[in-house]
């Protein structure tokens, strides 16, 4: 089995900071990417980040130049630093490990958090 387990997520004003961690754990031989994704009441799950294996990095527009998301692939663990936070972006926030062998030989699958509440108070 792998678990993802997110931490870092509460509640803070309009203009403030906080940083997302994501450890993912169990057997893995790798990891493709790992995301961020958020889903705020009455709106679909988008993606807010993604990071490759090799730094390559995405980003929602709506995040650009607030965002900034990490990895230590030696951890397994993905970081998601957000800056200047905005009301629009409270929301329940999920990490994602796509593309993940458990083995060298396994097929690629994707697992999933339980996600963390993020709230940003105007």
């Known amino acids: 089995q792998v678990q993802l387990v997110e931490s870092g997520g509460g509640l803070v004003q309009a203009g403030g900071s906080l940083r997302l961690s994501c450890a993912a754990s169990?057997?893995?031989?790798?990891?493709?990417?790992m995301a961020w994704y958020r889903q705020a009441p009455g709106k679909q799950r988008e993606l807010v980040a993604v990071?490759?294996?090799?730094?390559?990095?995405n980003y929602a527009d709506s995040v650009k130049g607030r965002f900034t998301i990490s990895r230590d692939n030696t951890k397994n663990t993905v970081y998601l630093q957000m800056n200047s936070l905005k009301p629009e972006d409270t929301a329940v926030y999920y990490c994602?490990?796509?593309?993940?062998?458990?083995?060298?030989?396994?097929?690629?699958?994707?697992?999933w958090g339980q996600g963390t509440q993020v709230t940003v108070s105007s």
């Open positions: 994602a490990a796509e593309g993940l062998r458990r083995t060298i030989g396994s097929r690629e699958s994707d697992s």
């Open positions: 169990g057997t893995i031989f790798s990891i493709r990417a």
């Open positions: 990071i490759t294996r090799g730094d390559s990095t």
